[in-house]
Nanobody, 126 residues
Framework: QVQLVESGGRLVQAGGSLRRSCVASGRTFSSVHMAWFRQAPGKEREFVAVSRRNDGYTVYADLVNDRFTISRDNAKHTVYLQINSLKPEDTAIYYC???????????????????WGQGTQVTVSS
């Protein structure tokens, strides 16, 4: 079992920055693929980024470009998502997710992740 607790929701202005955090417990954190997804109103949940277990190698969605950075601190059992130059279209519920299976390759598919954070709202005002 893995429990994921995300930082609180935020209301930010367009052009600003924020950092999301997600603290994991219940499993050796370094051995888990950790990802971020988001879901905008009326849309499906979409992949944002993933940090691979052990070496922290990162993969990003094409939609992300270089405004998003995923990182992890294994000592703190925490994964982060830094978002810069926020846009109104970044408004969504953001979720962290954990893949604890033995697969080596990371996934962009929500169903491949067994554990999810509670989801927190990020609203970007124009």
């Amino acid at each position: 079992q893995v429990q994921l607790v995300e930082s609180g929701g935020r209301l930010v202005q367009a052009g600003g920055s924020l950092r999301r955090s997600c603290v994991a417990s219940g499993r050796t954190f370094s051995s888990v693929h950790m990802a971020w997804f988001r879901q905008a109103p009326g849309k499906e949940r979409e992949f944002v980024a993933v940090s691979r277990r052990n070496d922290g190698y990162t993969v990003y969605a094409d939609l992300v470009n270089d405004r998003f950075t995923i990182s992890r601190d294994n000592a703190k059992h925490t994964v982060y998502l830094q978002i810069n130059s926020l846009k109104p279209e970044d408004t969504a519920i953001y979720y962290c997710a954990a893949d604890t299976t033995p697969r080596t390759l990371t996934s962009r598919t929500p169903r491949e992740y067994e554990y999810w954070g509670q989801g927190t709202q990020v609203t970007v005002s124009s």
